[in-house]
């Protein structure tokens, strides 16, 4: 039975969504302390959204729910605001799970999370935990299982995996210099996958996802992921900076009655989900599959 479960919101310019995730985790069975980080306003119009989601949090409905709420007072962007908020959720906790406003759950989500995050406590070679599984028909012989690849829609980690984030920042200058690195990165991702990570290392792109999945693939480290899809992202439009157009994520459907089982008896990444993973980066069959899960 989970005893406690540290989460951070982090929120932008999306009051109504806010507000959505925050009732269902106030709704939650489970005993848990919210902490909101809300990066500040780009433009007059984010500004006004801010300020609804100001109001939101500070209703006396939450008063048992929120823990800590942190506004920046002025706009960092994805990749600055993201992991700022993270710093300072760990700041003050040791470990916990990780939302986005535009995300979609169960509390079966947060007790696995809960679980898993005990488990893997002291194993540095698990950098996080996922509620995502974008291939839930392929087999898995056990509750979970693990990828080399960071699935970031709901997730959990630990402070000391998340500093490899900054170590990768760190080693920048390193890491963008080393040709034969970059070519080893490749034969773990797609080549995309790994020019894009560059790209938001360089600061071409606005993405700390990028940086924290290149963290992974230096440290060689795993995700865990579930034996069914515990996590949507419904954020898919215009007011996302990365997911505008649906792919076939927006139409995987989230299990409710879930729970950890069995566990592998080893921490291995699961070949046959990584392939796909790889084969589905490909912007051309990811397109293909969407239109197949949409419509077939």
């Not at 600055?80 to 989500?109: A, K, M, R, Y």
């Not at 995700?223 to 069914?228: R, Y």
């Not at 792919?247 to 080893?266: E, G, I, N, R």
Request: charged share 20%; net charge positive; hydrophobic share 40%.
């Amino acid at each position: 039975m989970l005893k406690h479960l540290s989460i951070l919101l982090l929120a932008y310019n999306r009051p109504l969504m806010t507000e959505s995730l925050l009732n269902r985790l106030n709704e939650s069975s489970l005993d848990l302390t919210v902490f909101i980080a809300v990066d500040g306003a780009k433009n007059k119009s984010d500004a006004e959204n801010i300020n609804k989601i100001k109001l939101i949090v500070n209703d006396k409905k939450y008063r048992n729910l929120i823990k800590a709420v942190h506004f920046s007072k002025k706009h960092m962007g994805i990749q600055q605001g993201v992991s700022t908020g993270i710093d300072w959720f760990f700041e003050q906790v040791n470990e916990g799970v990780i939302l986005e406003d535009d995300l979609e759950f169960f509390d079966s989500f947060l007790e696995y999370s809960a679980n898993l995050l005990k488990k893997y406590r002291s194993d540095q070679k698990v950098m996080m935990i996922s509620g995502n599984n974008f291939f839930p028909k392929l087999p898995i012989h056990s509750s979970y299982t693990f990828t080399k690849h960071a699935l970031i829609w709901g997730w959990a980690t630990w402070k000391d995996r998340w500093s490899m984030f900054h170590q990768v920042i760190s080693d920048k200058k390193l890491i963008l210099e080393d040709e034969e690195l970059q070519q080893n990165l490749i034969q773990i991702a797609s080549s995309l996958r790994i020019k894009r990570s560059l790209e938001s290392l360089q600061g071409n792109i606005d993405s700390w996802a990028y940086i924290w999945g290149l963290a992974m693939y230096l440290n060689q480290g795993l995700c865990v992921i579930p034996q069914e899809n515990l996590v949507k992202n419904i954020g898919f439009g215009t007011k996302s900076t990365h997911t505008k157009i649906k792919t076939y994520h927006a139409y995987l459907q989230v299990s409710q009655k879930f729970s950890v089982v069995t566990h592998p008896l080893y921490p291995l990444a699961n070949q046959s989900f990584d392939r796909l993973f790889i084969k589905y980066d490909n912007p051309i069959l990811m397109m293909v599959r969407t239109f197949i899960t949409k419509f077939l």
